[in-house]
C-alpha cells in the first residue's frame, strides 16, 4: 500500500496554499505519480528546503526501479556525467554508479 499522494498535496493545496494550485496542476492531473513528481511537487509547494531539512531528508529518500531508470534516461539524454546528474537531482555520485551497474549501462 503506498499513500494516496495525489489526495494529501490535494489536500494541502485546497487548505493552505489554494494560490499554488494552478502551478500544480499538471502534475496532479497525472495518472499515477512518481517519486520525481513528488519531490517536485513538494519543492513547488513549499518552496527550496534549508541545509538541515535536506540534509535529513536526502538521508531517508529511496527511489523504485521505474524512479530510478527515468532518472538514467535523462541523464543519458542530456550526456550528464555522474556528477552533473547528482548534482541536478541531488544525489550521491555513489549512487549513480551502484544504479548504472546494477542496471547494466
Not at 494529501?8 to 500544480?24: G, H, P, Q, W
Amino acid at each position: 500500500m503506498m499513500p494516496d499522494y495525489k489526495k494529501i498535496y490535494s489536500d494541502i493545496l485546497n487548505t493552505r496554499f489554494a494560490e499554488k494550485k494552478k502551478d500544480c496542476a499538471g502534475i496532479l492531473g497525472k495518472e499515477v505519480l512518481s517519486h520525481l513528481d513528488i519531490i517536485e511537487l513538494n519543492t513547488i509547494i513549499f518552496g527550496a528546503e534549508d541545509a538541515k531539512s535536506w540534509e535529513f531528508d536526502r538521508k531517508h529518500r529511496s527511489y523504485n526501479q521505474y524512479t530510478i531508470q527515468k532518472i538514467l534516461e535523462y541523464q543519458h539524454k542530456n550526456q550528464l556525467s555522474n556528477s552533473q546528474l547528482a548534482r541536478h537531482y541531488k544525489l550521491s555520485r555513489n549512487s549513480v554508479a551502484r544504479w548504472k551497474k546494477i542496471f547494466n549501462l
